[in-house]
């Protein structure tokens, strides 16, 4: 990572939970790091993910739908890293039009920018397990058909393809990491609509009742942040990746009530209760999911570290702290 030393470094959605873990790695590295992020309420923006850093970053309170705004926010930049998204499924739904904007409009207004104005810089793009949908078989891996179930699956697929599109036709170098269950320290916690992992933390350590959809044998795997910034910072170094596209994944599969009692033995006030899916989110389940990522394993070197238990650990310490910044 050595070579990140010096270098200008753009983190869009760097207020959030994964950008502002990646700029804290960032920073370490000796890197000028400028976090562009909107602030939408209940999107993760949230300006304390950075406090003890603040004095060591750049921040640009911009929209990346905004294309006069990225015209001039991509210039000088040896490396972007593209995070800025809306990732609710449930949110994108009950507001596509606001979902495909974030999701699509914003992407193309990145990627020209960096077309016209910075056509050497490298991007890596933030993409999900999502587009894939009900998988046809598991692990599954980056041939698996993509079908999503989702208007943000379906949103998310179109960006990621836009970035391989800009590689292919105009010779940006772009990569795409199609995120699982991320999960740690400077999560939105505040509501549930951005996946199951954090919701679940807050209640065990809050000793409430964990309800689990359905059978609770859904099985999932899980990230721990570190390990996707890492991905992350690989992705970004190594030529190798560009105008490719790989799964991250966990250590192993987990169903749903095996991390309610990891939950449980670490925040043993907490209980779970199966109950039935609630007609909203049953429609756009996809069952169990649990990612192949050899071609990332072979080609850059990483695979994850953090097995769940010690990431949950983690996290609940961190939340134990700092609950009150991010309850509410």
């Known amino acids: 990572m050595e070579e990140l030393r010096g270098k200008k470094v753009l983190i869009t959605g760097g207020l959030g939970f994964i950008g502002s873990n990646l700029a804290r790695a960032l920073v370490e590295l000796g890197a000028e790091v400028l976090l562009v992020d909107s602030l939408i309420p209940d999107y993760g923006g949230n300006l304390l993910n950075i406090q003890d850093i603040r004095e060591r970053v750049r ?56 077309r016209h104005h910075n056509p050497e810089v490298k991007i890596v793009y933030a993409s999900t397990r999502q587009i894939y949908g009900i998988p046809d078989y598991l692990p599954v891996d980056e041939k698996h058909l993509l079908h999503p179930t989702d208007v943000n699956g379906i949103n998310k697929m ?52 964990i ?62 209760k199966l109950v039935p899916f609630p007609n909203d989110i049953k429609r756009i389940d996809i069952g169990d999911y649990y990612a192949d990522y050899k071609k990332i394993k072979n080609t850059l070197g990483w695979e ?6 010690q990431g949950l650990e983690r996290t609940v310490d961190y939340y134990q702290q700092y609950k009150e910044y991010y309850w509410s």
């Open 59 to 114: 921040i640009n309170i911009a929209d990346i739908r905004d294309k006069h705004s990225m015209d001039w926010l991509v210039q000088g930049q040896d490396y972007i890293f593209n995070l800025a998204g809306q990732v609710s499924h449930l949110d994108s739904m009950q507001d596509p039009y606001t979902d495909l904007e974030i999701n699509c409009r914003s992407q193309l207004s990145l990627l020209e920018a960096c």
């Open 158 to 209: 179109a960006g990621e393809w836009y970035h391989i599109l800009y590689h292919n036709v105009y010779g940006l170098r772009t990569a795409s990491l199609r995120l699982t269950n991320t999960y740690g320290p400077r999560q939105l916690m505040k509501h549930n609509r951005q996946g199951f992992i954090g919701w679940f933390i807050r209640l065990a350590i809050d000793g409430q009742e």
């Open 211 to 272: 309800q689990i959809y359905g059978d609770g044998k859904q099985k999932r795997d899980l990230n721990y942040v570190d390990d996707v910034v890492q991905a992350f910072l690989l992705a970004a170094v190594r030529e190798e990746a560009n105008g490719q596209v790989f799964n991250l994944g966990g250590p192993e599969p987990v169903n749903l009530i095996e991390i309610a009692l990891l939950l449980k033995e670490i925040c043993p006030a907490c209980s779970y």
């Open 304 to 309: 994850p570290t953090i097995a769940p238990r």
